[in-house]
């Protein structure tokens, strides 16, 4: 039964996120069946966890959970009928060449290695005592997280501060399982590692005109520790990868939108940007940055003015997620000093320091092995494909 009802969470997720990529794209844009999955997927982790928490001001418990299901389902259907599209089609796939087919089961078979490398790993600290302990909050208390746990010194360690992308999405699993069960949690982080190793292989094949590139690019993710099997790898439940997900498909989106003026690759650009808040605090950086890119392209391109509206919602977001925390009173952590420059200028003599960790994590080939390398390979590689800058 615990499959089947996790099945069933799954299915929801992705009906509601096809759902949004349905009134997003129409079929000939819409990419291939491997694309939408990921695609839905990550739309459908954000509908979902955002889904939870705002119902969950006016609802709790099965009528919640049954609400909502309702919603995922009938939202691809209605999609579907607003668009007036008479089926449902995909992309059709072109023979692969063998090379092509060759890194295609690869990438298949690492995939199905980090879904058995999760099942075996246990969450980690951050997974536990971050995410999952909001989840198992909520889930005891009707699928609303209590206001005592925001106001408690004693969960200050938990980060009560953190959004709720991902807590919320392991919090629907649980409404479907029935309890809290952390062994069916980490099934979400396999499915985002999944979608993003589509997406760098959507992504590069698309920017680059050649698909053996894309899928080599995602298959070396694989050989990655410190993304597929060290502390803080995505099978071991921290939000980091996810947010890294989201902010591939966000940039990776944006890189399309510019070079071929297509409208389509924009609105996933806006809808992936908007979710970025939603992940994890720090995602609020990326946003930022992503956001300039996104105003930097409407210049560049002479985009009509009303494009700016799409940096909106994650402003939104970001907005209504702090009124949320002011109105509970939450504990800060005591993890981080306050942003200030009384603060800056106390620690300034702290750079040196900071700056010699920061360079020996990322010189240490053991988590990293040849991601760097691989990183100046492929920015050399966009600097001389794009060096004049009106080819964008």
Same mark, same amino acid.
């Given at each position: 039964?615990?499959?089947?009802?996790?099945?069933?969470?799954?299915?929801?997720?992705?009906?509601?996120?096809?759902?949004?990529?349905?009134?997003?794209?129409?079929?000939?844009?819409?990419?291939?069946?491997?694309?939408?999955?990921?695609?839905?997927?990550?739309?459908?982790?954000?509908?979902?966890?955002?889904?939870?928490?705002?119902?969950?001001?006016? @609802?709790?418990?099965?009528?919640?959970?049954?609400?909502?299901?309702?919603?995922?389902?009938?939202?691809?259907?209605?999609?579907?009928?607003?668009?007036?599209?008479?089926?449902?089609?995909?992309?059709?796939?072109?023979?692969?060449?063998?090379?092509?087919?060759?890194?295609?089961?690869?990438?298949?078979?690492?995939?199905?290695?980090?879904?058995?490398?999760?099942?075996?790993?246990?969450?980690?600290?951050?997974?536990?005592?971050?995410?999952?302990?909001?989840?198992?909050?909520?889930?005891?208390?009707?699928?609303?997280?209590?206001?005592?746990?925001?106001?408690?010194?004693?969960?200050?360690?938990?980060?009560?501060?953190?959004?709720?992308?991902?807590?919320?999405?392991?919090?629907?699993?649980?409404?479907?399982?029935?309890?809290?069960?952390?062994?069916?949690?980490?099934?979400?982080?396999?499915?985002?590692?999944?979608?993003?190793?589509?997406?760098?292989?959507?992504?590069?094949?698309?920017?680059?005109?050649?698909?053996?590139?894309?899928?080599?690019?995602?298959?070396?993710?694989?050989?990655?520790?410190?993304?597929?099997?060290?502390?803080?790898?995505?099978?071991?439940?921290?939000?980091?990868?996810?947010?890294?997900?989201?902010?591939?498909?966000?940039?990776?989106?944006?890189?399309?939108?510019?070079?071929?003026?297509?409208?389509?690759?924009?609105?996933?650009?806006?809808?992936?940007?908007?979710?970025?808040?939603?992940?994890?605090?720090?995602?609020?950086?990326?946003?930022?940055?992503?956001?300039?890119?996104?105003?930097?392209?409407?210049?560049?391109?002479?985009?009509?003015?009303?494009?700016?509206?799409?940096?909106?919602?994650?402003?939104?977001?970001?907005?209504?997620?702090?009124?949320?925390?002011?109105?509970?009173? @939450?504990?800060?952590?005591?993890?981080?000093?306050?942003?200030?420059?009384?603060?800056?200028?106390?620690?300034?003599?702290?750079?040196?320091?900071?700056?010699?960790?920061?360079?020996?994590?990322?010189?240490?080939?053991?988590?990293?092995?040849?991601?760097?390398?691989?990183?100046?390979?492929?920015?050399?590689?966009?600097?001389?494909?794009?060096?004049?800058?009106?080819?964008?």
């Amino acid at each position: 039964m615990n499959v089947i009802a996790l099945l069933a969470a799954f299915a929801t997720i992705l009906s509601a996120g096809f759902g949004a990529l349905l009134l997003l794209m129409p079929d000939s844009r819409r990419g291939n069946f491997a694309e939408q999955f990921a695609l839905s997927w990550l739309c459908g982790t954000g509908i979902v966890s955002l889904f939870l928490w705002t119902f969950g001001f006016f @609802v709790r418990g099965a009528l919640l959970a049954g609400f909502i299901a309702i919603v995922c389902i009938a939202l691809p259907l209605t999609a579907w009928k607003l668009t007036g599209q008479s089926a449902i089609h995909f992309q059709s796939v072109r023979w692969l060449r063998p090379i092509e087919f060759l890194l295609a089961a690869l990438l298949a078979l690492e995939i199905a290695l980090i879904f058995y490398l999760a099942y075996v790993h246990t969450l980690g600290w951050d997974g536990l005592w971050n995410w999952e302990i909001k989840a198992r909050y909520a889930y005891s208390n009707g699928g609303v997280l209590p206001v005592a746990y925001f106001q408690s010194e004693g969960r200050s360690f938990s980060h009560p501060a953190y959004p709720l992308a991902i807590p919320f999405t392991e919090l629907w699993l649980y409404l479907w399982l029935g309890e809290a069960n952390q062994f069916w949690a980490k099934t979400i982080f396999p499915m985002f590692y999944a979608a993003g190793a589509i997406l760098l292989a959507a992504l590069s094949a698309r920017l680059t005109g050649r698909t053996w590139i894309g899928l080599i690019a995602a298959s070396l993710l694989f050989f990655v520790p410190q993304i597929a099997t060290e502390g803080g790898s995505a099978i071991v439940g921290y939000a980091d990868f996810p947010l890294s997900v989201f902010y591939l498909a966000t940039i990776g989106y944006l890189l399309c939108a510019c070079r071929s003026d297509d409208e389509h690759s924009f609105r996933i650009y806006a809808v992936c940007l908007a979710l970025l808040p939603w992940v994890k605090l720090e995602g609020m950086i990326l946003w930022f940055i992503a956001a300039l890119c996104g105003a930097l392209v409407i210049w560049r391109k002479k985009k009509s003015s009303a494009h700016l509206f799409a940096l909106l919602p994650g402003l939104f977001v970001i907005i209504a997620w702090h009124l949320y925390l002011s109105q509970m009173h @939450v504990v800060s952590s005591s993890d981080f000093l306050p942003v200030s420059f009384a603060t800056f200028q106390a620690n300034i003599h702290r750079l040196g320091p900071i700056l010699s960790a920061f360079f020996s994590e990322v010189a240490d080939t053991k988590k990293w092995s040849l991601f760097w390398l691989l990183v100046a390979i492929g920015s050399g590689y966009f600097v001389q494909r794009y060096r004049d800058a009106r080819s964008l």
